[in-house]
T-cell receptor, first 112, second 113 residues
Framework: KQEVTQIPAALSVPEGENLVLNCSFT??????LQWFRQDPGKGLTSLLL?????REQTSGRLNASLDKSSGRSTLYIAASQPGDSATYLC???????????FGKGITLSVRP | GAGVSQSPSNKVTEKGKDVELRCDPI?????LYWYRQSLGQGLEFLIY????????KSGLPSDRFSAERTGGSVSTLTIQRTQQEDSAVYLC???????????FGPGTRLTVT
């Protein structure tokens, strides 16, 4: 059974800092991995999706990497801003009807 | 275009009552998923619909939970005889056939008192 872990559960950084959010998964046989953002009381917004054959994806200040063999992904946020404050969720598609297995998320606070 | 919509946004119900939660997927998306987000549990898969195929109900926690999808579009998740442990945010997502990305709705926050 696939398990996804995100540690730490919460992170507080000063504005402008570059930061890395980590995600690990137990079964490397995945189809893709997706990073989401969730604001309080809201649904999920997809940030980046990395196919199993890819090593990384970039969108603006965000860069996500995938190392399937070691069961790890990282989300890099450059020059963090207070507006980046949210919960970041990592989810793995292991191919069985594409149902996603989620980590519990990392709640990020960027201090002005 | 319009995203995934869900209604109601909030629902408070008494223990033992039945509730229905609705999801309108993105037009043309053939796949539809229901997930539940509970405090301390994270997001968990409940049920999956793809076109006219039999749904994957493997994530439903008990037989009090059921879902249907009419006409390949709108879906309703029904919880019978609600319990306090059913309190959670219920999220719906849709996906194009052959696509990879799931697009989520804003969720329905269910509180069972």
């Amino acid at each position: 059974k696939q398990e996804v872990t995100q540690i730490p559960a919460a992170l507080s950084v000063p504005e402008g800092e570059n930061l890395v959010l980590n995600c690990s998964f137990t079964d490397s046989a995945i189809y893709n991995l997706q990073w989401f953002r969730q604001d309080p009381g809201k649904g999920l917004t997809s940030l980046l999706l990395i196919q199993s054959s890819q090593r990384e994806q970039t969108s603006g200040r965000l860069n996500a990497s995938l190392d399937k063999s070691s069961g790890r992904s990282t989300l890099y946020i450059a020059a963090s801003q207070p507006g980046d404050s949210a919960t970041y969720l990592c989810a793995v598609d292991s191919g069985a009807n594409s149902k996603l297995t989620f980590g519990k998320g990392i709640t990020l606070s960027v201090r002005p | 275009g319009a995203g995934v919509s869900q209604s109601p946004s909030n629902k408070v119900t008494e223990k033992g009552k039945d509730v229905e939660l609705r999801c309108d997927p993105i037009s043309g998306h053939t796949a539809l998923y229901w997930y539940r987000q509970s405090l301390g549990q994270g997001l968990e898969f409940l049920i999956y619909f793809q076109g006219n195929s039999a749904p994957d109900k493997s994530g439903l926690p008990s037989d009090r939970f059921s879902a249907e999808r009419t006409g390949g579009s709108v879906s309703t998740l029904t919880i019978q005889r609600t319990q306090q442990e059913d309190s959670a945010v219920y999220l719906c997502a849709s996906q194009t056939r052959g696509g990879y990305e799931q697009y989520f709705g804003p969720g329905t926050r269910l509180t069972v008192t």
